[in-house]
């Protein structure tokens, strides 16, 4: 089904500019939300679905909203893919790649590792009194953390790091801008080659890492399916925890009396991590066509219909999150969709919630004595000398500026 480049008979048509969304997507999202759940946005050539229920029911008929969107910007970057096939081909290759992110795995193959990079880390940098916890800090540890799950192990963590950053760009290029398409292609093809060299070895000497599970699947899984959905891995397994990482600091450090209660109850840390993903969700939307005529939000949209399922505005949807647009760890739970739903629930997400939650912030906040954000930063204030949030297909700080009790 070839896919439909126009607005849907009957929906309404919303002028966003990409420049807004990238500063602050969200006060488009509540206008959405309040008046066009469903819209065509020109500058975005997809219909956005942005009510929290519509999403749900959306993720949970993927024979209607198929992840396979033909032209897309993620197949156009790394190929075909995991995260752009349905079942039965995105299950067989999904079973290839999960084991070594399954929770006992985290806990019991990588846990140690994550740490001990995290205190050299923390070494580097514990004597200067001030520091980017992005730059220094959370980049180089998810990315040298998910270099060793993938059995990258020639690849450096900037290797990892900058070829997610140029990956990423290729995503969330609705601009298309050529150079960084250029950026994108250099970034795939140096993965093409140090996945070829990792699976040689792999299929030698087996490491419990993701390419090594995919080589001795039970089913045959070609390399090329390998270095497409190691490239996937990468650009998500970067930015996810990166991006959380920054933003729950962030959120800690503006709000002095809720840190002191999570460092008084370290158990506390995973519901900051949940309620980090569902404040600012790194990732912001992912595409659906449809495969067949549906009705959605009021609105009956033609079989090839593209639509894109705005998870960070279902994650601010406040007939869902009272309050929607705070920070607050103690909010009722209910489950976020910052890690997708459905045979798509993001499978780095117990890497992440393990590697942030139970190693990342509780060494920061514990070895960084005084710790507190630069000089000029204010409670509301995300473009400061502090840092800068940035993005709406991908959202986070790109740098948190910090000091602290020199050691």
């Not at 080589?215 to 970067?238: D, F, M, R, S, T």
């Not at 798509?344 to 060494?363: D, K, N, Q, T, Y």
């Amino acid at each position: 089904m070839s896919p439909l480049t126009t607005a849907a008979p009957g929906a309404p048509v919303v002028d966003l500019d990409l420049a807004d969304l990238r500063r602050d997507p969200y006060p488009a999202y509540a206008e959405l939300r309040r008046t066009a759940p469903l819209a065509w946005v020109p500058s975005v050539g997809r219909h956005l679905l942005t009510r929290y229920e519509d999403i749900v029911h959306a993720e949970k008929l993927p024979e209607v909203f198929s992840s396979r969107e033909e032209g897309s910007l993620l197949l156009r970057t790394v190929g075909p893919n995991m995260l752009r096939e349905d079942d039965p081909n995105h299950r067989r290759l999904r079973s290839a790649a999960e084991p070594p992110t399954r929770p006992r795995q985290v806990r019991d193959l990588w846990a140690a590792s994550f740490e001990r990079t995290a205190h050299e880390l923390l070494d580097r940098i514990a004597g200067r009194g001030e520091a980017d916890l992005i730059a220094d800090f959370a980049e180089p540890l998810v990315a040298a953390n998910l270099a060793l799950v993938l059995g990258l192990r020639t690849a450096s963590a900037e290797d990892i790091a900058d070829w997610s950053r140029a990956m990423m760009a290729g995503n969330s290029n609705y601009a298309d801008d050529p150079d960084i398409w250029l950026r994108a292609e250099r970034a795939t093809r140096a993965i093409e080659g140090a996945v070829a060299e990792a699976a040689e070895t792999a299929r030698r000497e087996p490491d419990g890492s993701v390419i090594s599970s995919m080589i001795h699947a039970a089913g045959p899984v070609e390399l090329a399916e390998i270095q497409n959905n190691v490239k996937v891995i990468i650009g998500g397994g970067v930015n996810e925890p990166r991006d959380v990482f920054g933003v729950g600091a962030w959120a800690l450090l503006n709000r002095p009396g809720v840190l002191d209660r999570v460092l008084a109850d370290p158990a506390s840390w995973k519901r900051v991590f949940e309620e980090t993903a569902r404040w600012v969700s790194p990732i912001g939307m992912y595409p659906r066509q449809l495969t067949q005529e549906y009705e959605i939000a009021g609105v009956t949209l033609p079989a090839g219909s593209r639509v894109a399922l705005v998870i960070a505005s279902g994650n601010r949807d406040e007939a869902v999150f009272e309050r929607a647009d705070e920070f607050d760890i103690d909010r009722p739970h209910r489950p976020h969709l910052a890690f997708g739903g459905g045979p798509h629930f993001c499978m780095g997400a117990w890497v992440a919630r393990h590697e942030v939650s139970a190693i990342a912030w509780p060494l920061v906040f514990s070895r960084l004595k005084g710790l507190r954000l630069a000089e000029g930063a204010t409670a509301s204030d995300s473009d400061s000398a502090a840092g800068r949030m940035d993005g709406w297909v991908f959202r986070g700080l790109t740098s948190l500026n910090v000091t602290w009790q020199a050691a």
